[in-house]
């Protein structure tokens, strides 16, 4: 067979099997293999489980626990070798939910604004939709010389930045609902609505028990310990097994290096959730202050609404209350949103 002849072979080999993988790459990467609609749950699940890092860092923790597994099988292996080999895989694990941490907050918070800016949208072409009819109005009561110019062209200015805000408005949505795509691995071209409204996070903000936990489930601290026992056993194991005295003091002096390192994690992470407890609580307080706020404005909305069907207010002025009253929602749900993120970050110190 020629050489030309083989080429041809292999040319039309390549046409054939060149459909099936393309059908099946395609397959994967189809926008009908997606759902439309997600919840902030199934959001931040995406996130972490489509997160490149985070499979990484997987495999690399399969890898050691293997490691781990033979090393424990083998009689040869000392007490502190399997310690360490358990010290690298808690530093992996670490490493993972560090970025299980931040996936989850970015998620979130993408979320959350996603949400607000299409409510936020809502409220502006409301908002732009009643200036308009406002500017009709006070078009023909300058036709009948009711007002004057200036003041006409002062409300056809205010319609004009009305209109911007929807712009903004829609800019704001599809930006963070993009990156959320990004964030959690979906297809830009794939369209998505938002299920879940904005809901207050339930918490108990109970410092003294977080604090309690913190010196037991905090993964730094965990590490910090584990450290400290390695060093405090390779110590051990060198002033018994007959090691220099210079090997030995230097020993002596990481594992002293160790304890004092722990202490500073302890220190360290105890004041940064006495921080994040602040925080949440700051944030709680904001929460009240935008419920009174909205309070406020539904209340004078009904105090309008009563003078405008007892004609004594124009419809301008009651339109205008009622956005005040949609923009007031919308200030609660940022301080809900800010809570929320504030309280995953205080939750997320004992991950």
């Not at 997160?51 to 007490?79: C, M, S």
């Not at 706020?293 to 205008?320: A, E, F, M, P, R």
């Amino acid at each position: 067979m020629t050489k030309i002849q083989n080429i041809c072979i292999y040319i039309i080999i390549l046409f054939l099997i060149l459909p099936s993988i393309y059908s099946k790459d395609n397959k994967q990467k189809t926008p009908d293999n997606y759902t439309d609609k997600i919840g902030l749950t199934e959001a931040i699940k995406l996130a972490k489980k489509n997160h490149p890092d985070i499979q990484i860092i997987n495999f690399k923790i399969k890898r050691v626990k293997l490691d781990v597994k033979a090393k424990y099988g083998d009689k040869r292996f000392t007490e502190l070798v399997e310690l360490q080999e358990k010290l690298d895989l808690k530093k992996l694990s670490n490493q993972q939910d560090d970025l299980f941490d931040t996936v989850e907050l970015k998620a979130l918070e993408l979320y959350q604004n996603a949400v607000i800016a299409k409510e936020s949208i809502d409220v502006a072409e409301k908002d732009t939709k009643y200036a308009n009819l406002s500017l009709e109005t006070n078009q023909k009561a300058v036709e009948k010389g009711l007002i004057d110019t200036i003041t006409y062209h002062k409300i056809a200015e205010s319609a004009k930045l009305k209109e911007q805000d929807i712009a903004t408005a829609n800019q704001e949505y599809k930006n963070n609902l993009t990156s959320l795509k990004l964030v959690i691995n979906y297809p830009l071209n794939v369209d998505v609505t938002l299920t879940d409204d904005i809901i207050k996070f339930s918490q108990e903000l109970d410092l003294t028990q977080m604090v309690q936990e913190l010196f037991v489930r905090n993964r730094y601290i965990q590490l910090a310990d584990m450290n400290k026992k390695a060093k405090k056993l390779e110590y051990d194991s060198k002033k018994e097994s007959g090691y220099s005295e210079d090997e030995v003091k230097k020993s002596e002096y990481e594992y002293q290096m160790a304890v004092l390192e722990l202490a500073k994690v302890q220190n360290e992470q105890r004041s940064d959730i006495i921080n994040k407890f602040l925080d949440a609580q700051t944030k709680s307080i904001g929460i009240q202050t935008a419920q009174k706020i909205l309070q406020t404005k539904g209340s004078i909305y009904q105090v309008y609404k009563y003078q405008y069907d007892k004609g004594y207010l124009n419809k301008d002025d009651l339109n205008n209350a009622e956005i005040d009253v949609l923009k007031a929602k919308i200030g609660l749900k940022k301080a809900i949103a800010e809570y929320n993120i504030a309280i995953l970050k205080y939750n997320q110190m004992l991950r």
